[in-house]
């Protein structure tokens, strides 16, 4: 089946990343899947959630939210409700879960780095665009409070990144597009570090039920996506950290 934008079904969409964009964060960069844009910044506060507290041990968390016409009808803003929507909560804490994954927070010392990720503009892919996105933002905060000799040790034990596969038209296909993401057959999220370590799989069949055989395809056309992820981060943030 002929993707939308004419890529293979194991390609993904153009990639940029950005660094260094926010002047005050610890950590920044703008991350781009096509016309899915997220700016991710990294916050280092001397304090850690309550109970935490006199434990030694640190925290990595994040926050979500889209702009209100980063999609095609406008959204409300959570500021507007007084609280952020099921949505944004189930995002966040996905992207939080992902990236303590690879932090070694013993090491942390009883600080919290937060990642906030912003959509700017979606196109399908915003949830995996931010943890892949924060990443980035939360390796030059670690390089800042290093240089700042707020660490002791290496806190990264692994790299980590994301990408949406699924069945579209009875293809499966890497890093959907809003347009096939809305008519795909199968959605699914895949979460993994550089060593091929699954964090977490988010799959749903959104029509007829599907095999274990076409699980384990997915599974692999994810890792081959964020292998090419996992490099890009690598070039962005040596460029980045060696200048």
């Known amino acids: 089946m002929p993707r939308i934008d004419g890529r293979s079904p194991s390609s993904l969409r153009p990639l940029t990343i950005t660094i260094g964009n926010m002047m005050y964060a610890e950590g920044s960069c703008q991350i781009e899947f096509g016309n899915t844009k997220v700016i991710c910044t990294a916050s280092v506060e001397e304090r850690v959630p309550p109970h935490l507290r006199n434990s030694g041990t640190g925290w990595v968390t994040a926050e979500y939210s889209m702009l209100p016409r980063s999609c095609r009808q406008r959204t409300q803003r959570d500021s ?26 013993d090491l942390l010392g009883e600080r919290t780095i937060t990642i906030d990720c912003d959509v700017i503009q ?15 933002a939360l390796a030059q905060a670690l390089s800042v409070m290093k240089k700042r000799k707020m660490l002791k040790h290496p806190v990264l034990i692994d790299q980590v990144a994301a990408i949406s ?42 029509g007829l039920p599907f095999s274990r055989e076409r699980l384990n395809s997915l599974l692999d056309l994810a890792q081959g996506g964020i292998a090419d992820i996992v490099e890009a981060q690598n070039n962005a943030l040596k460029e980045a950290l060696n200048s």
Not at 81 to 102: C, K, M, Y
Request: glycine fraction near 12%.
């Open 165 to 206: 596969v699924g069945i579209v038209g009875g293809t499966d296909m890497l890093d959907l597009c809003y347009d096939e993401d809305s008519t795909a057959q199968v959605d699914m999220n895949v979460i993994m570090t550089a060593k091929n370590k699954i964090v977490e799989v988010q799959g749903t069949a959104e």
């Open 80 to 105: 507007s409700r007084n609280s952020p929507n099921g949505r944004s909560l189930e995002i966040q804490r996905l992207i939080g879960r992902s990236l303590r994954s690879v932090v070694n927070l």
């Open 122 to 136: 979606a196109d399908g892919g915003t949830r995996t665009a931010s943890i892949s996105g924060g990443f980035i």
